[in-house]
């Protein structure tokens, strides 16, 4: 608990009473700044993403032998920039609106490996983890072909280390098969709102899943004090990570290419709006800082959350950050919306987006699945539910009061038509057949 009552919690910002009734609701953040004094208050850079970008690039040979579905990407980890169109007339016809920007799927629902945003994070510090005991052991150099730690007997090495997890889905499938994939020994502590297939699908690549009855923050605690107990085991925490982060950032890089690839500018007069669903605040996060490294201010970055767990709306609107959770707004926390489930958001994320995220959106539940029938139909992609919630930023700017000043303000009314807008699809490759068929059916 915070330590201060839900009255006083709800005094703190003019949204929350809203939040805390459960409503779909639209915040700008009053705490927003310069993109450049913003960058220089912050204690991570553009080197360190660099850095990153280059470490994913040393471990390209590796994840090409691994994986051979990233042969044709060189083992690089990358998902398409896709145009919808058609979802863009579906939504302006079913929500009674005009969308004058050009509407893009940043499809990390297809990244390899892992199906989700998480192919970002989760694999990258499993590479990190990998790289600092091979060099320690003397395994490899940095300037080694990193294919050689693919050999029967690194993997060997690595079967004497253990990794673990705390997880609600999709972050214990990316850094489960990456750890099993590199010869770890690999453990993934889950919530109750983790899905079967999730669970299934892990130990179908030999990683132990523990399960817990309670929720998300249980089961990293849980999985923390167990990992903690075994100096041969490394624990990566979702909440805190400045690797997870920095794994998500190099998408920034990446898109700036894509973007040159697309003809598609990004200047002054061509503003960048990226939608991201959020969890703990680790992955829009991380792209976030990576999206305000490469654009700066020509890039507006917001955040979707379901309406019972905006943790980091909480976090943010009352500057707590993770001394609040949701259940002290007196929300349930619970929502279909898997990936999303989160109810105390991290206070590192939550740091680093006070002065660059523009503000945050939420969706209720049924509103997701409404949204992943209607981008199936309209485009034939499939995504999970919690990924739809990216949408909402698309429709919610022009609906909603604060919505319409913020583009006023910004200037950005006037360049609408020449502007894009990215909605970040986290997550959906994996799902299989049959969960998908229930997806269909499901009116909340
Ligand atoms: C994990 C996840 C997110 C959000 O990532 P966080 O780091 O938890 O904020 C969004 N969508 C999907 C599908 C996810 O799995």
Same mark, same amino acid.
């Given at each position: 608990?915070?330590?201060?009552?839900?009255?006083?919690?709800?005094?703190?910002?003019?949204?929350?009473?809203?939040?805390?009734?459960?409503?779909?609701?639209?915040?700008?953040?009053?705490?927003?700044?310069?993109?450049?004094?913003?960058?220089?208050?912050?204690?991570?850079?553009?080197?360190?993403?660099?850095?990153?970008?280059?470490?994913?690039?040393?471990?390209?040979?590796?994840?090409?032998?691994?994986?051979?579905?990233?042969?044709?990407?060189?083992?690089?980890?990358?998902?398409?920039?896709?145009?919808?169109?058609?979802?863009?007339?579906?939504?302006?016809?079913?929500?009674?609106?005009?969308?004058?920007?050009?509407?893009?799927?940043?499809?990390?629902?297809?990244?390899?490996?892992?199906?989700?945003?998480?192919?970002?994070?989760?694999?990258?510090?499993?590479?990190?983890?990998?790289?600092?005991?091979?060099?320690?052991?003397?395994?490899?150099?940095?300037?080694?072909?990193?294919?050689?730690?693919?050999?029967?007997?690194?993997?060997?090495?690595?079967?004497?280390?253990?990794?673990?997890?705390?997880?609600?889905?999709?972050?214990?499938?990316?850094?489960?098969?990456?750890?099993?994939?590199?010869?770890?020994?690999?453990?993934?502590?889950?919530?109750?709102?983790?899905?079967?297939?999730?669970?299934?699908?892990?130990?179908?690549?030999?990683?132990?899943?523990?399960?817990?009855?309670?929720?998300?923050?249980?089961?990293?605690?849980?999985?923390?004090?167990?990992?903690?107990?075994?100096?041969?085991?490394?624990?990566?925490?979702?909440?805190?990570?400045?690797?997870?982060?920095?794994?998500?950032?190099?998408?920034?890089?990446?898109?700036?290419?894509?973007?040159?690839?697309?003809?598609?500018? %990004?200047? *002054?007069?061509?503003? @960048?709006? $990226?939608?991201? #669903?959020? +969890?703990?605040? /680790?992955?829009?996060?991380?792209?976030?800082?990576?999206?305000?490294?490469?654009?700066?201010?020509?890039?507006?970055?917001?955040?979707?959350?379901?309406?019972?767990?905006?943790?980091?709306?909480?976090?943010?609107?009352?500057?707590?950050?993770?001394?609040?959770?949701?259940?002290?707004?007196?929300?349930?926390? %619970?929502? *279909?919306?898997?990936? @999303?489930? $989160?109810?105390? #958001?991290? +206070?590192?994320? /939550?740091?680093?987006?006070?002065?660059?995220?523009?503000?945050?959106?939420?969706?209720?539940?049924?509103?997701?699945?409404?949204?992943?029938?209607?981008?199936?139909?309209?485009?034939?992609?499939?995504?999970?539910?919690?990924?739809?919630?990216?949408?909402?930023?698309?429709?919610?700017?022009?609906?909603?009061?604060?919505?319409?000043?913020?583009?006023?303000?910004?200037?950005?009314?006037?360049?609408?038509?020449?502007?894009?807008?990215?909605?970040?699809?986290?997550?959906?490759?994996?799902?299989?057949?049959?969960?998908?068929?229930?997806?269909?059916?499901?009116?909340?």
């Amino acid at each position: 608990m915070s330590g201060i009552s839900r009255k006083e919690l709800l005094a703190k910002d003019p949204v929350l009473p809203r939040v805390a009734a459960g409503d779909e609701v639209v915040w700008i953040n009053p705490r927003r700044r310069p993109a450049a004094e913003a960058l220089a208050s912050l204690p991570l850079g553009m080197e360190d993403i660099l850095d990153a970008e280059a470490r994913l690039a040393r471990f390209a040979p590796f994840i090409r032998l691994r994986f051979p579905e990233t042969e044709p990407t060189h083992g690089l980890i990358e998902s398409p920039l896709t145009p919808i169109p058609d979802m863009k007339a579906a939504l302006e016809a079913r929500h009674g609106i005009a969308i004058p920007e050009t509407l893009l799927l940043k499809q990390d629902s297809h990244l390899a490996i892992a199906g989700s945003v998480k192919a970002r994070g989760g694999i990258y510090e499993v590479l990190k983890h990998t790289e600092e005991l091979a060099l320690r052991h003397g395994l490899i150099t940095l300037t080694d072909d990193y294919a050689g730690l693919a050999s029967p007997e690194a993997r060997a090495f690595f079967s004497r280390f253990t990794v673990q997890v705390g997880s609600t889905g999709n972050l214990g499938l990316s850094i489960g098969i990456a750890s099993a994939a590199v010869g770890y020994r690999v453990i993934v502590h889950m919530s109750a709102d983790a899905r079967r297939w999730k669970k299934d699908l892990l130990r179908q690549h030999g990683v132990t899943v523990m399960e817990y009855e309670a929720d998300y923050g249980e089961a990293v605690r849980q999985g923390r004090a167990r990992s903690d107990a075994d100096p041969d085991s490394y624990f990566i925490d979702d909440e805190n990570s400045k690797d997870l982060f920095l794994g998500y950032a190099v998408a920034a890089l990446r898109l700036k290419n894509q973007l040159a690839e697309r003809h598609i500018a %990004v200047d *002054e007069d061509h503003p @960048l709006i $990226v939608t991201v #669903p959020c +969890g703990v605040g /680790g992955a829009p996060g991380g792209i976030t800082f990576g999206l305000k490294q490469v654009f700066g201010d020509r890039v507006h970055c917001f955040f979707a959350e379901p309406t019972q767990a905006p943790c980091m709306l909480a976090g943010m609107a009352t500057g707590l950050h993770s001394a609040v959770c949701v259940q002290d707004l007196g929300l349930s926390g %619970v929502t *279909e919306a898997d990936g @999303l489930a $989160v109810g105390r #958001p991290s +206070g590192f994320v /939550g740091g680093m987006m006070e002065p660059l995220l523009s503000g945050e959106v939420t969706v209720r539940d049924g509103q997701l699945y409404d949204w992943m029938r209607l981008l199936e139909g309209s485009e034939g992609i499939f995504l999970e539910p919690s990924a739809c919630a990216a949408f909402r930023g698309v429709t919610a700017l022009w609906q909603s009061e604060p919505g319409k000043a913020y583009l006023e303000q910004t200037g950005l009314n006037d360049r609408m038509s020449q502007a894009t807008h990215i909605a970040w699809a986290t997550g959906g490759a994996l799902v299989p057949e049959a969960e998908r068929e229930k997806y269909r059916v499901s009116y909340l």
